[in-house]
């Protein structure tokens, strides 16, 4: 079984930071590519960036060269580094864990003034 822990959502006002975090535990064999996803009201799920077994990111044109991604060495474990919020990132957050197809339970990120 495998468990994804995330943190790190809340309200911030635009042009505001947040770090969102993921722990990935259980049967994993190995380091895996890990996703961030997030989904708006109304809207679907869009996969925001990824990162690669050998820590090599990928984003969507949308976040690119405001959010980082990034994972501890050796550990299933990934951040996403947001900043320059703008309203439109309003959305549940997801981690999810590649090969194995698992979902975290989601992160709200709020940003409004």
Not at 16 to 29: H, K, Q, T, V
Not at 36 to 54: N, T
Request: charged content about 15%; aromatic content about 10%; glycine content about 14%.
């Amino acid at each position: 079984q495998v468990q994804l822990v995330e943190s790190g959502g809340g309200l911030v006002q635009p042009g505001g930071s947040l770090r969102l975090s993921c722990a990935a535990s259980g049967r994993i064999l190995g380091i895996v590519a890990m996703d961030w996803f997030r989904q708006a009201p109304g809207k679907e799920r869009e996969l925001v960036a990824r990162i690669s077994s050998g820590s090599n990111g990928y984003y969507a044109d949308s976040v690119k060269g405001r959010f980082t991604i990034s994972r501890i060495n050796g550990k299933n474990t990934v951040y996403l580094q947001m900043n320059s919020l703008k309203p439109e990132d309003t959305a549940v957050y997801y981690c999810h864990l590649g090969p194995y197809n698992y979902w975290g339970q989601g992160t709200q990120v709020t940003v409004s003034s």
